[in-house]
């Protein structure tokens, strides 16, 4: 995706907890790691050395264990956390070099945020929650009340307006929380493990959402989860976080297929690959056989599928223009899916 | 060995210099100031002779029905309407209504004084680490000391009377409304407030958007408390000049008339029931959004 516009360039970001961060920050340079800096410097390394470009109207997720630093790394997009070194660029301007005011100005207008304990104001209604930002920036309440009803449609919570955020169920109140969050129109939506307290199906279901919702807003995205499969399902880019550091980022398929290191492909083994690998990606050279003709984005399970239904044991894959660039069979497809561990064993 | 079974006393004489000076010293400080300072407090007087005027001109039954109304508003509870509405009555045809009357003005000035000075500096308090370190020991100083102690300066400096009084009463019901102030300010949940940054909102927006709304249930018992502690000092506060229901208690001591000592004690308790409920009443209703169904 490197022909993909930048949004948001972050360049050697250090953030290091504790009383005297800037002297340690020598050390962290020098190679101290995050075990030696707490055990013997009574300091935490909370991120180190950050390089991250993410796509303008992309969904950049950052994933991690918890302890990796992402909801220390997503915070210094707006700035909630201050870095101890480094840089964060949003459309050419440094937001750590920002005053007071722009940043307020930066806050209410270009970013907002999804917590994933909701944090909404319990003592406001829903409607009253999802105008928050929108008065906050000064708009007259009527006008914000009626940006804010489309959104609040836009989640499907309509006919809760009234409700207080204690009556309604985890997976509604994060519909709020979404719903606050797009009524600023901010074109970056910042989400720290925006669904990680709900229950398995309700979070399909916000993924699903907020799926929707971006094929027509286009909005960045940096969505933070501890979760590979989400990760796979709804990125378009992934960073992966260990200790601090970026240690592999790349498309889902490319972290699946080409895991960096045994840590990434541990987390990656247990993974359904037929709904992370595209078509594009295995087809071979074409040939004068019949079969279906499908797109190469295609993910190798559906395609496994269609296959099977069909006379033919194999699919011709078709690029963008609908020409048929390659041929994919169906051992092709069964072996894509399998687990690499296996795969070695064959 | 005569040092360790006599204690190192300041010599007898050294003493009394000592006190001495500290009484001359605030003598001479009253002398200087003492009217400046009565002078400082007079709209407070005016306001409180206007306050206990009006009440004491406002026809009974319209009173009954004005604390009556007031009782449904806070409380949505027929039961605390109706209890306070007959109360007040026993209170009238007892014969204590005046008395009472100034006792309500007094109370009411009180509560407005520790408001407007409790909720700012809790305010602060909750605000910075170093005014909470220097407030708390004055707080704990106010709280602990005597009444009668703080009685002697205020009443050298302003003599008897209904100021002096009601300075006496603030000092000794401010207290709980700072704390609480301070203290449901604080415990305001961090992530609202982080989110509340996120979205980019000032410092005063913060105060007044998020940090004092959801601190208001602990705010309103800082008022209660208040209401309370300034009702409990009024017959103390009635031995420096303050007219209402503590006069009689004190008249009922020195003459030994248990009947009527028991009758204003009892409107005194009576009051405080009142503005009890229906404060707290009014305090939990803030709370209503917390309830909800499961969680
Ligand atoms: N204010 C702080 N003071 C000291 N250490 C901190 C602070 N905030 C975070 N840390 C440390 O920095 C590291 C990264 O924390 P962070 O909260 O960013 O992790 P995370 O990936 O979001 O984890 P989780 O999945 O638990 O939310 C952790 O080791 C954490 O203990
Ligand atoms: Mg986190």
Redesign the interface.
Known sequence: MSDMETKIEIKNLYKIFGNDPQSMLEKVRGGVTKDELNDQYNHVLGLSDINLKMPAKGLQVVMGLSGSGKSTLIRHI?R?IEPTAGEVWIDGENVLAMNEKS???????RA??V?Q?F?????RTVMENTI??L???GMSESKAKKQAAHWIDRVGLTGFEEN??????GGMQQRVGLA?ALA?DADIL?MDEAFSALDPLIRTDMQDILLDLQKELHKTIVFITHDLEEALRIGDQIAILRDGQVIQQGSPQQIVLKPKDDYIADFTKDINRGRVIQLKTIMKAPNDQPGPELPGEMLVEDAAQLVTESPSSQARVTNDAGEVVGVVGINDLIRAMARPDIDSRL | MDWLTEFPELGRRDLRDFRKGIDEGFKSFTREYGENIENFFDPLLQFLIWLERLLLATPWPLFILIVAGLGWLASRNIKIVIGSAISLFLIGYLGMWEDTMSTVSIIIVCTLLCIGIGLPTGILMSRSKRAQSIITPILDVMQTIPSFVYLIPVVMLLGIGKVPGLIAVVIYALPPMIRLTNLGIRLVDREVLEAADAFGASSWQKLTQVQIPLALPNIFAGVNQTIMMSLAMVVIASMIGVTGLGQPVLKAISNQYLAMGLLNGMAIVALAIIFDRISQSYGKRLQNYRGGHDE
């Open positions: 707006n909630l940043l307020r100005h930066f806050r209410r207008n907002s945020m917590f304990k944090a909404l104001l319990p003592h928050y930002g008065e906050i920036n207080y955020p204690s009556q309604l169920s606050r600023t910042l």
